[in-house]
């Protein structure tokens, strides 16, 4: 029962450079989501996808890009780090049904960008 | 923006009583989910009260939700030190455009002692 899996958990970069933070559920989800997660602030919506080859801007989408080729995977691109995207990085999917679903969640990405 | 706001933001209590939290949120929504969130760990679902209930209970939780007032309640009971965590609300859109997708709030951190 792996559910969500991120990798990888622990990342350092430098300001400038690049990388892409995969996402991938074994649940047949359709929907999956981005979150950053800071001190005292709660999580805030990144980027969403509703299904396979489809992305839309969440909340807090500058600086981010993602893709969606496969349904199972959901993959979050950071073309050139800024410190503040250092942050713990959080993915979740959930089933198609009207809202009325609750999301699952991976353990996070902690991220530092020095 | 966060559409949710917990209170109290930290709350300390010994094993076996109850703990309250809240959470007020501003615009119409579909339904209300709490997750729990242990340290270092993703974010894991509870419960989740739809927009035309008013009460609901899963093992030792109590979730009210009042949309006159815009909140909801968690209510734990007999806490347990395993029960140390945060806890966040999050509301799922009545609209097209958001019932896609959840707002969390900034959480409530439970400590509960022996």
């Known amino acids: 029962n792996a559910g969500v899996t991120q990798t990888p958990k622990f990342r350092v970069l430098k300001t400038g450079q690049s990388m892409t933070l995969l996402c991938a559920q074994d649940?047949?989800?359709?929907?999956m989501y981005w979150y950053r997660q800071d001190p005292g602030m709660g999580l805030r919506l990144i980027h969403y996808?509703?299904?396979?080859?489809?992305?839309a801007k969440g909340e807090v989408p500058d600086g981010y890009n993602v893709s969606r080729l496969k349904k199972q995977n959901f993959l979050l691109g950071l073309e050139s780090a800024a410190p503040s995207q250092t942050s713990v990085y959080f993915c979740?999917?959930?089933?198609?049904?009207?809202?009325?679903?609750?999301?699952?969640f991976g353990d996070g990405t902690r991220l530092s960008i020095l | 923006s966060q559409q949710g706001e917990e209170d109290p933001q930290a709350l300390s209590i010994q094993e076996g009583e109850n703990a309250t939290m809240n959470c007020s949120y501003k615009?119409?929504?579909?339904?209300l989910q709490w997750y729990r969130q242990n340290s270092g760990r993703g974010l894991v679902h509870l419960i989740l009260?739809?927009?035309?209930?008013r009460e609901k209970h899963s093992g030792r939780l109590r979730v009210t939700l009042d949309t006159s007032k815009k909140s909801s309640s968690l209510l734990i009971t007999a806490s347990r030190a395993a029960d140390t965590a945060s806890y966040f609300c999050?509301?799922?859109?009545?609209?097209?455009?958001?019932?896609?997708?959840?707002?969390f709030g900034t959480g409530t951190r439970l400590q509960v002692t022996l």
């Open positions: 996808s509703v299904g396979e080859g489809t992305t």
């Open positions: 615009t119409s929504i579909n339904n």
């Open positions: 979740a999917s959930r089933a198609h049904g009207g809202g009325n679903q609750p999301q699952h």
């Open positions: 649940m047949n989800h359709e929907y």
């Open positions: 009260i739809r927009s035309n209930e």
């Open positions: 999050a509301t799922g859109g009545s609209n097209t455009g958001t019932a896609s997708k959840l707002t």
